[in-house]
């Protein structure tokens, strides 16, 4: 099925492996909603929400839409227009509902505003496919593994992005403290790679 057109829409997320998450979503979506952790400025949730479009689906995107470490001032993926004069900090929820509204998925892609641990505390809801492309430090990349993969439901999918199996590659903490962690419990096996995308899928017990 058709893929969105993204080149107008800022962020992080290369064609091949947005493919990869439209191609997922389409299969995943009529079994129940999907997640995304970092939302940025949607593209990423523009190939989720396409699929939602064409499937009848819905999808949840949270972010507190004031940037990960590596966005910040002085910072490699730092986009000086994503900072809000007021407050001198990073706020991208401007940016990201405009995307979904010029895409045309308000109704399908679902913003929730705030830090990724305060929501997951409440968050009841399984998941067909859960994507985890949110804060990359240690602590955060820990947080949601732990948070948020017990929400995948069996047969559903979890798919982290960035994960860079050389050092040479790329940052550490998407590989080891939430790829690694999710093969070695047992619960996820791997069934997809493409660039820094990894699918895995919950096992069926
Ligand atoms: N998926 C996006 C890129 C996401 S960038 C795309 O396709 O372009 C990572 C995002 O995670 C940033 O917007 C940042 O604000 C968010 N983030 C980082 N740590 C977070 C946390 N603890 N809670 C909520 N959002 C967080
Ligand atoms: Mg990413």
């Not at 997320?13 to 009529?30: K, Y």
């Not at 050389?166 to 660039?195: C, K, N, Q, T, W």
Request: avoid cysteine.
């Amino acid at each position: 099925m058709a893929l969105p057109d993204v080149s107008e829409v800022k962020g992080f997320m290369p064609d091949d492996e947005g493919a990869l998450l439209h191609r997922w979503a389409l299969e995943q979506l009529p079994t129940g909603p999907a997640l995304e952790v970092g939302t940025y400025a949607g593209k990423s949730a523009i190939y989720l929400g396409s699929a939602a479009a064409q499937v009848g689906g819905t999808v949840f995107t949270v972010d507190h839409h004031r940037g990960s470490e590596e966005n910040q001032a002085g910072w490699e993926h730092h986009d000086p227009s994503t900072v809000d004069p007021e407050f001198g900090l990073m706020d991208t929820l401007g940016m990201f509902r405009k995307n979904i509204a010029r895409a045309g998925l308000e109704e399908w892609v679902v913003a929730i505003v705030g830090p990724s641990t305060t929501v997951a505390r409440w968050w009841r809801t399984p998941l067909s496919l859960l994507f985890i492309d949110g804060g990359h430090g240690v602590e955060p990349a820990r947080a949601d593994y732990r948070n948020w993969t017990p929400w995948v439901a069996p047969g559903g999918v979890l798919i982290i992005h960035d994960v860079f199996p050389d050092p040479a590659d790329g940052g550490r903490p998407p590989y080891d403290d939430i790829y690694l962690p999710a093969l070695a419990s047992g619960e996820f096996a791997e069934v997809e790679a493409v660039g820094s995308m990894r699918v895995l899928r919950r096992v069926e017990r």
